[in-house]
């Protein structure tokens, strides 16, 4: 059973528009968040994260919103440009017996169109 | 920046054969990750590690061990390859808990 769900396998937007990518999860344990991007044939990348104290975590182009009590959250870029097309990967964990796993979602294709 | 590498990019191997993907990481970090991403499944933890000697088992470690003798090298093993585990395997590093993790560029192995 999928703990951290990206429903939108592929998300397409016009160049200079706002994107949002959505991840919902069901584990209320969860309390650290991240996205991630991937370029074809390369490794992901860390892209942004936020803690479960926050509610917003803003870096340039890039905001994450989480809502905790929707266990929901977006990363919003704007303004959306070609070179973010990639795939997104929303990833969640919480401290277990010491240790620190985060769980990843399926990830969202992004294309942005020029 | 961390640096992280992985043996080979394309690999390709037959049924049965027994098959090494090698990880190094030039920054220190304690714990490392073996990951296979596959499409429409994103990516799955097959093995980690915490320490030097220590590995612990991902979600999906059937079919799979792992080596860890030094602190920088993390290696995965299948030790008799089969066809569906054809996929992109990869390597990550973690500083500590409650840190991004940093991605090798990925082994993309095909069993024949």
């Known amino acids: 059973d999928q703990q951290v769900k990206q429903n939108s396998p592929s998300l397409s937007v016009q160049e200079g528009r706002i994107s949002i990518l959505n991840c919902d999860y069901t584990?209320?344990?969860?309390?650290?968040f991240l996205w991630y991007k991937k370029y074809p044939a390369e490794g992901p990348t860390f892209l942004i994260s936020i803690s479960s104290i926050k509610d917003k975590n803003e870096d340039g182009r890039f905001t994450v919103f989480l809502n905790k009590s929707a266990k929901h959250l977006s990363l919003h870029i704007v303004p959306s440009q070609p070179g973010d097309s990639a795939v997104y990967f929303c990833?969640?964990?919480?401290?277990?017996?010491?240790?620190?796993?985060?769980?990843f979602g399926r990830g969202t294709s992004l294309i942005v169109h020029p | 920046d961390v640096k992280v590498t992985q043996s080979s990019r394309y690999l390709v191997k037959r049924t049965g054969e027994k098959v090494f993907l090698e990880c190094v990481q030039d920054m220190d970090h304690e714990n490392m990750f073996w990951y296979r991403q596959d499409p429409g499944l994103g990516l799955r933890l097959i093995y980690f590690?915490?320490?030097?000697?220590?590995?612990e088992k991902g979600d999906i470690p059937e079919g799979y061990s792992v080596s860890r003798e030094k602190k920088e090298r993390f290696s995965l093993i299948l030790e008799s390859a089969s066809t569906n585990q054809t996929s992109m395997y990869l390597c990550a590093t973690e500083r500590g808990s409650y840190n991004e993790q940093f991605f090798g560029p990925g082994t993309r192995l095909t069993v024949l």
């Open positions: 584990n209320s344990m969860f309390d650290y």
């Open positions: 590690s915490y320490d030097v000697k220590m590995k």
């Open positions: 990833a969640a964990g919480s401290p277990s017996g010491g240790s620190y796993i985060p769980t």
